[in-house]
Nanobody
C-alpha cells in the first residue's frame, strides 16, 4: 500500500526552527515531484514548496529564504526545513507526491497525500 507519513511538527516559539519529514512506502519519491502543502486554521490549502525528479526546487513567496525542501532517495524520504518560523506559519503541513504535479495546493491533483503534521508557532 502506497503511503506518505509526515512527522516532525510541534510547538515552537517565533524565530525557532523545525524539520519536517515525509516517509514514503509502497512508492519511490524519486519517481514523483514531491511537494509540501499547508492549511492554516480556517484557511484554504496553500502550496509551500516542491522538488522535482531532477532536483529542481520551487518555493512560495512566504517560504522563500526561510524554508528548504530536500529529499533522500536512498531513504525514500522528503524533508522540509523550517527556519525563522512566524506565527503565520502555524498550519497542518502535508506531504504530497505528484506525477507531473508541481506547485499545486489541490489534493486532487496529486497521486499521494499524507495525513499531515501540525506546526504551531506561538510565544
Amino acid at each position: 500500500e502506497e503511503q506518505l507519513v509526515e512527522s516532525g511538527g510541534g510547538l515552537v516559539q517565533p524565530g525557532e526552527s523545525l524539520r519536517l519529514s515525509c516517509s514514503a512506502s509502497g512508492m519511490s519519491v524519486s519517481d514523483y515531484a514531491m511537494s509540501w502543502v499547508r492549511q492554516a486554521p480556517g484557511k484554504e490549502f496553500e502550496w509551500v514548496s516542491s522538488i522535482g525528479t531532477d532536483g529542481d526546487t520551487s518555493y512560495a513567496d512566504s517560504a522563500l529564504g526561510r524554508f528548504t525542501i530536500s529529499q533522500d532517495n536512498a531513504k525514500n524520504m522528503v524533508y522540509l526545513q523550517l527556519n525563522s518560523l512566524k506565527p503565520e506559519d502555524t498550519a497542518m503541513y502535508y506531504c504530497a507526491a505528484g506525477a507531473g504535479t508541481w506547485r499545486s495546493c489541490l489534493s486532487s491533483e496529486y497521486n499521494y497525500w499524507g495525513q499531515g503534521t501540525q506546526v504551531t508557532v506561538s510565544s
